[in-house]
């Protein structure tokens, strides 16, 4: 970030008895600088957040919250500031104990400051280890660096951390509709005042009207997330911005220490801002990953029915930011207001897209264990936005919950050590097909990822999408099928371990001995996915009008799949 420097403020009113003005703790910053950088005897970067200053010395940064009031924090008052670094100390050493140091003491005068010394604070501030910042992941998706295995890791970092975090009171206002409302129409309010363009007030009206009609909707499903636990101590600005590599990890910084009503979220709110960001920066594809892993790390598919919401919240909040951001840089700054003025249009053209209605349907996959099943559908949720429900994962949940976990009905009765018997088979398949209703139930497409070798199952998957009036697909995996390298493929699996599948090929001979072919009714509504790719799937996808299982609605019958024999 370029070193641009506001023009000293007045004193805050009521500053005074010791207390650091504005214009005070800007000469402050700016001495610390120029002693860092004859203590370093090399550069020392200065750089400036709307809220704080933090400065780059080497190996450590030292980050000062701005003595300002605004509409939504107080940190005019030594008082103030030190309780907030003591927070953001609390709060961030959760996911990043190896960044935050500790709370250093400034003392001396503002114009010849001290960090640490004997003499009484004038200020304070939080010692950080300081990184790169060429590795934050704002900067990796700028030279298209950022990837499915950072994806994946912060998924796996973020389920722990949401199920650890401290829960939000039940009968509370944090995290309730009607306080995650009053933000919303809030965001909005203040995005008309700011906005200038007719097409500004054209977007805002129809999200307004949007709201108006989800919210009603969405009420009690809410009010059931916060009594069940689901509002909790989160991050609450979890952007490309407040993510990057240190020691080649993952690392999330930066969270809300402010605000209780920004940090006490419902935890879809985390997940939302970082997939409402991903699409942002031109980077679907990893958003769809990034959700759908955190939802099989979590197993809290219940969070879809409001994550529409919260995309659009979280959109919405950008859009602000950015148009706050083209007032603060005025006439002086023009070339960063343009930017600003850029982003904010680009956000709330995303919130009107999250907004838009969507036409869910269900795929199902056919084919035995070693098939590439898993691979294509990882790789073909990314290109349709769907999310996967794996039987290998929701197996592996339900073995936990028989070994003592509560029980949601559908794992009474199974032993942990019959792992593919004919109970534990029952009772995945129950689950499955509870998840694939309440995915498409939330508007989101659901891929089933399980061997369905038997028809009775796809029966009773297909009239999952038949109550729903949901458009249904067999994604096959049987035409063309290498036998023999499905069977190398399971004994690899099975020496590398490390893969949530346990079949091996004893599992692999069950079912091909009881595998029972797609019918005739099945044929019409298959696509042929052995050895192809994800693209090539999406794209016989979406040239069959209306492939669906619905009674009284026509069938297309897809012209690749006419002629087909299963194997084995």
Known sequence: MSERWPEPTTPMPGAGCGELSARAQLHLVRALRRACVQAQDGPVTLIETHISFVLLCGDVAYKFKKAIRTAFLDQSTRALRLHACEEELRLNRRLAPDLYLSVATITGEPAAPVIGGDGPPIDHAVKMRAF?????????????ALGPAQIDELAALLAPFHAQAAVASPNGRLGSAEQVRATVLQNLNELAALATAPVEHDALQCLRAWEAQVYPALLPKMAQRLTQGRVRECH?????????????????????????????????GDIAFMAMDLHAHGLAPLAHRFVNAYL???????????????????????????????AQCGAQRPHDAGIARHDAARYLALAQQFSQPTAPMLMLTHGCSGSGKSTLTKA??????????????ERRRLLDQASGHADDGCSAGLRPNDRYGPAMNAGTHERLRQLARQVLSAGHHVIVDAT?????????????????????VILDFTIGADLAL?????????????DVSEADEAVLDRQLQTIEPLGEDELVLAVPCWRRSAAAVARSLNDVESTVSVPGRSQALIPECAARRVVP
């Open 486 to 498: 499905m069977r190398e493929r399971v004994r690899q699996r099975s020496v590398q371990g490390g």
């Open 452 to 472: 369905f070798v038997r028809r009775d199952d796809r029966d009773r998957m297909r009239r999952v999408a038949e109550g729903l009036q949901r458009r249904c």
């Open 296 to 326: 099989e790390s979590s197993g809290d598919h219940d969070g879809l029915a409001v994550l529409r919401y919260y995309l659009v919240h979280r959109a919405l909040v950008r859009a602000k930011v950015s148009q706050l951001r083209v």
């Open 236 to 268: 609450g600005d979890l952007h490309l911005g407040n993510v990057t590599m240190v020691d080649g990890r993952t690392t999330v910084f930066d969270g809300i220490e402010f605000s209780d009503e920004f940090r006490w979220i419902d935890v879809m």
């Open 132 to 144: 790169a910042q060429a590795d934050l992941w704002a900067a990796l998706a700028a030279r298209g």
């Open 380 to 393: 073909l949720l990314e290109e349709l936005g769907a999310v996967r429900i794996r039987s290998d994962v």
